[in-house]
């Protein structure tokens, strides 16, 4: 079975930065290509940035372009997200996605606030 377990969201200052993880189980990790969402409290869930299954292409929301970087380690079914320059509207909860296998993790909590 196909499981994705997103961790490092934590509460952090505005300005500061993160860098949250998925780490891909019972799937050829290195096959499919992946995506991250965010769900801003009271709001539905959006697309933040995906990246091709060999690391080879990414792309970006427009609101998170420059701030965020997506990269993965297919040798650790590892995705990773790097941001930078937090806002107190990046505050969300943070989904790992296989979008072809529809298959999402529990997500990981981010606050940006002072």
């Known amino acids: 079975q196909v499981q994705l377990v997103e961790s490092g969201g934590a509460w952090v200052q505005p300005g500061g930065s993160l860098r949250l993880s998925c780490v891909a189980s019972?799937?050829?990790?290195?096959?499919?290509?992946m995506i991250w969402y965010r769900r801003p409290p009271g709001q539905g869930r959006n697309f933040v940035a995906a990246i091709t299954s060999a690391g080879a292409d990414t792309v970006y929301a427009d609101s998170v372009k420059g701030r965020f970087t997506i990269s993965r380690d297919n040798d650790n079914n590892t995705l990773q997200l790097e941001i930078n320059n937090l806002k107190p509207e990046y505050t969300a909860v943070y989904y790992c996605?296989?979008?072809?296998?529809?298959?999402w993790g529990q997500g990981t909590q981010v606050t940006v606030s002072s």
């Open positions: 996605n296989i979008g072809k296998l529809g298959a």
């Open positions: 019972g799937v050829t990790f290195s096959l499919y290509a």
